[in-house]
């Protein structure tokens, strides 16, 4: 047998693992790693910072369905790119991360980019391997399939100097099939069947694990056939229809707290569903969690005794058996509630959404965003990725813009980060629009456009405020001074994309902002819009979806 290079090896084996695109930033020793991967038509998306590319990484494994893979240097490259580990293992997205390390007869002696970055993330990542020339085929295959199999999450291969640099032989085959898929106990369906059919008010939630699962079609089914209300969480949209006549999105408060018994697919009692908890929750709910993690049943106020683990494709079709012929009455007083709270709250956002101010407000800006868009791009034909991130930027903007199929939105997800948007972009370009595509949605199958609506962190006061405050501070004063949300008002972001070749907007408004909406979504470069919006709306910096439960509770007793 012939022998060949560390880094060949581990290019032939990512190739054999059906790895098709890899995220990186590369030097000493992993850029050998990259170049052969290229040489074998990997495609290496480099990037100028580790935590975006591992970001980007994070994303482009939620899309695809198995894991995205992300190589960077050791010691600092790991650092960064720790944080694309967090967000994996947060949102439950499969990620493969490898990083070069210095070589293993220099450990302790200062070597270049020495770190021990096994002992760092293994209390992170569902399995941490350093690999050794003759374990290379064992060590990629182990972390890719475990990074895939069962709940997805972050695994990690350390690769020293000496590994990737050395010479050795292959001696097995990287060949990891598609994860098995688990179905329930037949006993558990029927009792969870039965209790939906026994509801008053029954809900079902739909989560991004039932994206990931890419379990839409038998779950169309499930809400088309027993016509049980449902509600996605906010990367769980798209999975059914926006425009589905049983969505109650827009009456979510009327919904959980009506709801008597709720069928979870793919999402977690996190503080996303308010832990299942009261106030927001019926304090009589029975919660059916449909998970293919058995840990994840039973928590905060899920019971485990009503959870079945299992794949949501599968299991979703045995409760759709159990339930045939059954179909929930919709002309009950829970469906009527629903059915107001949609009409008060749609018809409140449509007036908000009109409102004709300059500079405009987060509804206004989104409204002429959407109509322009949806004017080039129908929303029936799944054209657009949408990135979002920011606290009200992504809180409105998730009710402002329709999403018809599913994994077209992403946004900060369950970790709440803000700073994944451009990695998240790239990687939707890339899992939708290289040749050979590895995701798909809806039935167009042509390029999908990115559009990322970004807040930019900063409270906005406007320019003379904004002065005063800052003269305040120069004077040494607390009171009137800079915020410690006080950045910059009116960034020139815009000149970004220019400085890279794209095309930038200042806009204020609206006619302004439908121009440079459709003249950048028919660019073909990247294009950034810098819309300035009313200062002062968010005075408080929170999620629309975060609230303290027991506090709520306490405060609910006085
Ligand atoms: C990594 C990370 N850093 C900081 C935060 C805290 N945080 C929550 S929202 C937010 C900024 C929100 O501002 P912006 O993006 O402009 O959105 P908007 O002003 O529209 O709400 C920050 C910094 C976070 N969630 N994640």
């Given at each position: ?135 290379i085929p064992e060590s990629l295959t182990n972390a890719y399939k475990t990074a895939w199999y069962g709940r997805g999450g972050p695994t990690f291969v350390d690769l020293p100097a000496d590994v990737i640099q050395g010479d050795g032989e292959k001696t097995m085959a990287y060949a990891v099939p598609e994860p098995p898929k688990a179905a329930s106990d037949p006993e558990k369906i029927r009792v969870v069947a039965q209790l939906l059919k026994s509801a008053k008010a029954p809900l079902v939630i739909v989560g991004k694990g039932a994206a990931y699962a890419q379990a839409e079609s038998v779950i169309r ?338």
């Amino acid at each position: 047998m012939s022998s060949s290079s560390g880094a060949a090896l581990i290019a032939q084996a990512l190739q054999e693992l059906g790895v098709k695109v890899i995220f990186g930033l590369v030097g000493i020793p992993v850029v050998q790693i990259a170049e052969e991967a290229i040489a074998l038509g990997i495609r290496f998306i480099a990037f100028r910072n580790e935590q975006a590319a591992s970001y980007a990484a994070t994303a482009y494994g939620y899309l695809t369905g198995k894991p995205g893979v992300c190589l960077v240097v050791g010691g600092p490259g790991v650092l960064h790119a720790w944080a694309g580990i967090g967000n994996a293992s947060a949102n439950a997205f499969p990620l493969l991360l490898l990083a070069g390390s210095s070589e293993t007869h220099l450990v302790t002696k200062g070597a270049f980019q020495e770190m021990d970055a096994i002992t760092l993330l293994s209390p992170h990542t569902k399995i941490s391997i350093r690999s050794t020339i003759d374990s290379i085929p064992e060590s990629l295959t182990n972390a890719y399939k475990t990074a895939w199999y069962g709940r997805g999450g972050p695994t990690f291969v350390d690769l020293p100097a000496d590994v990737i640099q050395g010479d050795g032989e292959k001696t097995m085959a990287y060949a990891v099939p598609e994860p098995p898929k688990a179905a329930s106990d037949p006993e558990k369906i029927r009792v969870v069947a039965q209790l939906l059919k026994s509801a008053k008010a029954p809900l079902v939630i739909v989560g991004k694990g039932a994206a990931y699962a890419q379990a839409e079609s038998v779950i169309r089914k499930l809400i088309d056939e027993t016509r049980i209300p449902f509600l996605p969480t906010p990367m769980g949209k798209g999975v059914l229809p926006d425009s589905h006549a049983s969505n109650i999105a827009s009456a979510r408060s009327t919904a959980l707290k009506g709801a008597d018994v709720v069928l979870i697919l793919g999402a977690r009692l996190n503080w996303i569903l308010h832990f299942g908890d009261e106030p927001k929750w019926n304090s009589a709910v029975e919660i059916c969690q449909v998970d293919i993690s058995a840990e994840e049943l039973g928590k905060n106020n899920g019971d485990a005794s009503l959870g079945i683990v299992g794949d949501i494709k599968v299991v979703t079709s045995q409760l759709l058996n159990e339930l045939e012929g059954w179909q929930y009455d919709t002309s009950s007083d829970f469906v009527r509630a629903l059915k107001a709270s949609e009409k008060k709250n749609v018809a409140k956002a449509a007036k908000s959404a009109k409102v004709d101010s300059t500079p405009m407000t987060y509804e206004r800006t989104f409204d002429v965003i959407r109509e322009t868009i949806d004017a080039i791009s129908p929303v029936e034909d799944g054209g657009v990725v949408y990135v979002s991130e920011g606290a009200n930027t992504m809180d409105k903007s998730r009710s402002a813009f329709n999403v018809e199929h599913p994994r077209l939105r992403l946004d900060a997800g369950t970790y709440a980060t803000m700073g994944v948007g451009l990695g998240y972009a790239i990687a939707a370009h890339c899992a939708y629009n290289l040749p050979s595509p590895e995701a798909a949605s809806g039935p167009e199958s042509s390029r999908k456009k990115v559009v990322c609506l970004e807040g930019d962190s900063a409270f906005g006061e406007d320019s003379d405020a904004w002065l005063e405050m800052q003269r305040n501070t120069i004077e040494g004063k607390s009171k009137g001074a800079l915020r410690s949300s006080s950045l910059g008002w009116e960034v020139g972001y815009e000149n970004i994309a220019k400085m890279c070749g794209g095309k930038g907007y200042l806009v204020r408004t609206p006619e302004e902002l439908a121009k440079a909406t459709e003249e950048g979504f028919k660019a073909n470069v990247p294009v950034v819009v810098n819309v300035i919006i009313q200062a002062g709306q968010a005075q408080k910096l929170e999620f629309a979806w975060q609230n303290n439960s027991k506090k709520a509770k306490k405060d609910s007793k006085l």
